[in-house]
């Protein structure tokens, strides 16, 4: 048990499809944060909430939809996504801010047809 | 960048062997954590060393940094089996609300 869950583990999903990725954390933090990991390319931060405030988005792609309707739980929103956005989507949380250690979901695999 | 690299990019020793791996960056940092990622799973967080830390310890787990060479390194002793994962460092910048940017990291194999 980590303490953050994310869902699904794998997703394979066409072009022009509409799915979303759902993270929830049971650790009571205060800040969620969205990571993207690719082959042999560092972690790259995608979206950092805190207090399910957005502070943070890290020139990502509008096809790429963050919601935080409290602070238990994030969504990465999908649609129209290109072949290039196949990776590991990992969520994290951490208790108030990204230089606290974070804790890791396991991820969403996602492959793009 | 603000990048900095791993090295080795990959190691692989005997289990029982230490195994010691290097983290390098550019800029001035607020802190360094270390974390370990096995292989499909989420990461997982080993130790947090501060700017005005030299050395801290957690277990089998020996992390050093030298700011003035703006690097650090993370010693597993006594490696086993269940070690074989990979390692990253991560890196926060200047000011306490800094985000973490990670390297590619180092993959580990420790074999029986």
């Known amino acids: 048990e980590t303490g953050v869950t994310q869902t699904p583990r794998h997703l394979v999903m066409g072009m022009t499809n509409k799915k979303s990725l759902k993270c929830e954390q049971h650790?009571?933090?205060?800040?969620m944060y969205w990571y993207k990991q690719s082959a042999k390319k560092p972690l790259e931060l995608m979206f950092v909430?805190?207090?399910?405030?957005?502070?943070e988005n890290n020139s990502v792609p509008s096809r790429f939809s963050p919601e935080c309707p409290n602070s238990s739980h994030l969504f990465l929103h999908l649609h129209t996504l290109q072949p290039e956005d196949s990776a590991l989507y990992l969520c994290?949380?951490?208790?108030?801010?990204?230089?606290?250690?974070?804790?890791f979901g396991d991820g969403t695999r996602l492959s793009i047809l | 960048s603000q990048q900095g690299e791993e090295d080795p990019q990959a190691l692989s020793i005997q289990e029982g062997e230490n195994a010691t791996m290097n983290c390098s960056y550019k800029?001035?940092?607020?802190?360094l954590q270390w974390y370990r990622q096995n292989s499909g799973r989420g990461l997982v967080h080993l130790i947090l060393?501060?700017?005005?830390?030299r050395e801290k310890h957690s277990g089998r787990l020996r992390v050093t940094l030298d700011t003035s060479k703006k690097s650090s390194s993370l010693l597993i002793t006594a490696s086993r089996a269940a070690d074989t994962a990979s390692y990253f460092c991560?890196?926060?910048?200047?000011?306490?609300?800094?985000?973490?940017?990670f390297g590619k990291g180092t993959k580990l194999s420790v074999k029986p």
């Open positions: 994290a949380s951490s208790q108030d801010s990204p230089s606290e250690p974070q804790h």
């Open positions: 650790l009571g933090h205060n800040a």
């Open positions: 909430y805190n207090f399910k405030e957005q502070t």
């Open positions: 800029t001035s940092i607020n802190n």
């Open positions: 060393i501060r700017s005005n830390e």
């Open positions: 991560a890196r926060t910048l200047g000011g306490s609300q800094g985000n973490l940017i």
